[in-house]
């Protein structure tokens, strides 16, 4: 059994090289919580259903977000109602009021869908009309996301976290914005002042998270702020890593990331954007995967390999070397 933290594309990217390493149905992903968004009255959850679109095979590799081949002629009509209607077409956060109102799994991550400022497909917007009306008929995050996972015939167990409310909401020189405003409308060019994970210290692990986090945990390369922060600041998920081995790939060479805004993130909440500043922000971690072409020491064990992710001979190399890290601290 192993257990893997997904946020972002780095995990879904290294779980292309499962099949060589790991019984897919031995193997869980644990995923981050704190990107999703209700726009529009629907709950997206971008970190969950990349896993789930990669591993059903729907995947857009080309973007890494939404399903391949998918229409957006809902998203255009709004966008184009918008216009007509002289509308501003957002982000448009909701007030204060109005982020507590409603269904509480959408607290502080509530948008309107005036402009639809995120570019949601036809058949991704299914999803999260099925996962919205399933939530509002009682069901728990857990329990739609295993739902969603056998509709996409998913060979490994999907899990959020936690079953409640958390916001990634980014402090930058142009304001507070949630983390999908700052990367989505605004390309990650604010400079980031601080980062908090709104209603993180209410939330509660699942017991299905907690039982997975007893297994060994593979973090793929992620952003250590708002890929995996959140999931951290959730009570008892931290204490859990420390006790069970943790191998983390490294998303930097050095001081170089290899994509998104890892770096601003980290310079932001006053971590050092590199490899070394992983290392700090991942004290749990017992083990660590870097690039043949780091070269920072660390007080832990390191597996190198080339660790760039572009096709699933990288996830199988990347993987495997995972394994060994694993393997070591075991």
Known sequence: ????????????KLL???ATH?????????????????????????????????R??????????GIDGDSTTTNEEVQSLTAAAGLDGGPRY????????????????????????MTIGDRDRAVHLLRTSLLDEGESLTSVTRTLAAAFDLDIDLLPV????????????????????FWVAH??????????????????????????????????????????????????????????PVVAVSPFVEDRVYSGPAANLMRGVGDDPSTAGVAEAYPFADAFVLDDEDGT??????VRTDTTLDDPDDADRVLGACREALEVVA
């Open 1 to 12: 059994m192993v257990t893997f933290l997904a946020g972002g594309t780095g995990t879904p």
């Open 16 to 18: 292309d090289g499962l």
């Open 22 to 54: 790991y019984d897919p149905s031995s193997v869980t992903v644990v995923g981050n919580v704190g990107d999703d968004v209700e726009i529009g009255g629907l709950l997206v959850c971008p970190d969950l259903d990349t896993v789930l679109f990669a």
């Open 56 to 65: 059903g095979g729907e995947l857009d590799r080309e973007t890494w977000w």
């Open 94 to 117: 909701l007030s204060e009021s109005a982020q507590t109102a409603g269904r509480e799994i959408a607290r502080w991550r509530r948008f309107s869908g005036v402009g639809e400022f």
């Open 162 to 181: 936690t079953d409640d409310p958390v916001a990634s909401l980014i402090d930058t020189d142009e304001g507070r914005m949630h983390f999908q405003e």
């Open 187 to 244: 390309r990650g060019s604010p400079t980031v002042e601080g980062v908090q994970f709104r209603g993180a210290e209410q939330a509660t692990l699942t017991e299905a998270a907690r039982t997975a986090l007893a297994e060994p945990v593979i973090v793929g390369p992620s952003n250590p702020v708002t890929s995996l922060g959140p999931m951290l600041a959730v009570p008892g998920v931290e204490a859990a890593l420390r006790e069970t």
């Open 297 to 302: 020491e660390l007080d832990r064990p390191v």
